[in-house]
């Protein structure tokens, strides 16, 4: 635009270079006529720039069409801003810029050239090489930083200047702020942790000595989930009815349910005590936490054979009495798509987790410790779901439990 300004002789009036012509006393002949042509190059001037910008753009300017160096100028302020992010901008383009593999080498140099310019005109006048050396020592910091970081570069990039001294404040309080968030999400994962602190045993096989992430027979068991399996095979494993050999089978899911089993949205979203299953399972894979991809045979009620995909930990927030609770951790909790229920096994609790269970004509009560941790409520049908709600995965870090 600049080019064509040049070429149409009006350029010197858009940059301020060609001033009004200063009024005399008396009026002259002269005075008028180069003030005529004053006023017409500005109105040209006023008018190309306002035609030529994209539409969009114009609400920039429409204010100020009578004066063709406050559009020029209130363009360069959005468009060009000479500030430091702006700069570091341009300097990430003008390295970045790498040989097309159809392109000339004259071409190359066209648009390492067009990259220069665009950075010289984002400085500002008197920028010096001291100033040079501090933003490449700065670009060359912020450059470094991998993705996690995104945030915090676009709060450095809306500094003024890139000030070598500046960054390494900000770097050092960027890293302590990151020490601490780690420290408390450590605290947390430890509080999370899949193995049970209580009894130190291991949250998968529950044999005491190891944790989860120690443990053998989980290793192998992951190792076999990753193993590639035929299309057969695959599809098998993804159909309820498939028959299995009965001594494979190691989980049970519950003496009621079945593939036929009626869903509700409470037997859906809530969890069903129920004394047949062996572990705890949901279809909810957005609940778990510490997944890991964990296959094994599950039989129901009507003897059809599903599978889980993997096992994490789930958190629950109980409610006693209408009253919130703190929040309860049941670890080795099977993702078994299939399911359109949610199951916490009850003898896994007893046997494993040394839960006593007292029920009543209302309610069941989860105690441990001779602390109650959380009650199900009975309803007509003598099924008994959990008072309470499950903590999305997304949530999890904001909490600590108690783990079950």
């Known amino acids: ?3 064509w300004l040049r070429a149409s002789e009006l350029w010197r009036v858009v940059s301020g270079d060609l001033k009004r012509p200063e009024k005399p006393d008396p009026i002259t002949e002269a005075y008028i006529s180069k003030n005529d042509l004053w006023l017409g190059k500005m109105e040209k001037a006023s008018g190309w720039i306002y035609l030529m910008v994209e539409p969009e753009q114009r609400i920039h300017i429409t204010s100020l069409q009578d004066d063709p160096v406050k559009m020029w100028t209130k363009l360069e302020e959005i468009h060009m801003a000479k500030r ?14 790498r040989k097309k593999e159809d392109e000339s080498l004259m071409s190359v140099t066209n648009r390492i050239d067009s990259a220069m ?12 090489l001291d100033e040079l050396d501090e933003e490449l020592a700065s670009m060359a910091m912020i450059r470094s930083l991998p993705d996690d970081y995104s945030s915090f570069v676009s709060s450095l990039l809306l500094m003024d200047k890139l000030k070598k001294d ?13 020490r601490r968030r780690a420290e408390t999400e450590d605290s947390t994962s430890t509080a ?43 599809k098998a494993r993804a159909v309820a009815e498939q028959t299995h050999d009965a001594s494979n089978v190691q989980e049970t899911a519950g003496r009621v349910v079945s593939l036929h089993t009626t869903t509700t949205s409470k037997t859906y979203n809530d969890w069903n005590a129920d004394t047949g299953a062996t572990s705890h399972m949901t ?5 778990l936490l510490d997944y890991k991809p964990y296959v094994v045979p599950i039989r129901l009620a009507d003897n059809t054979i599903v599978y889980s995909a993997g096992v994490g930990s789930v958190v629950f927030n ?22 359109h229920h949610n199951l916490l096994s009850v003898l896994f609790l007893t046997r494993q987790r040394k839960f006593d269970v007292h029920i009543d004509a209302n309610f069941i009560n989860f105690v441990l410790n001779g602390t109650r941790l959380f009650v199900a409520s009975i309803n007509d049908d003598n099924s008994a779901f959990l008072d309470g709600s499950t903590q999305p995965q997304l949530q999890f870090a904001k909490i600590t439990s108690t783990q079950l």
Request: aromatic fraction near 8%; glycine fraction near 6%.
């Open 318 to 339: 109980p409610i006693i009495k209408g009253e919130k609770c703190c929040p309860v951790q049941f670890t080795r909790v099977l993702h078994v798509p299939m399911l």
């Open 1 to 3: 635009m600049q080019a």
């Open 117 to 128: 310019r665009t950075i010289q005109n984002l400085r500002p006048k008197g920028f010096s």
């Open 192 to 234: 999370l942790n899949i193995s049970n602190s209580s009894s130190g045993n291991c949250g998968f096989c529950d044999k005491p000595g190891h944790t989860m992430d120690k443990c053998y027979k989980y290793q192998r068991a992951q190792k076999d989930a990753r193993k590639p399996r035929s299309k057969n095979k695959d």
């Open 166 to 178: 500046i960054i390494h404040q900000a770097f050092h309080t960027e890293e302590t702020q990151r």
């Open 283 to 287: 279809p909810h894979r957005q609940w």
């Open 84 to 97: 430091a992010g702006a700069r570091f901008n341009a300097y990430d383009d003008l390295f970045s810029i």
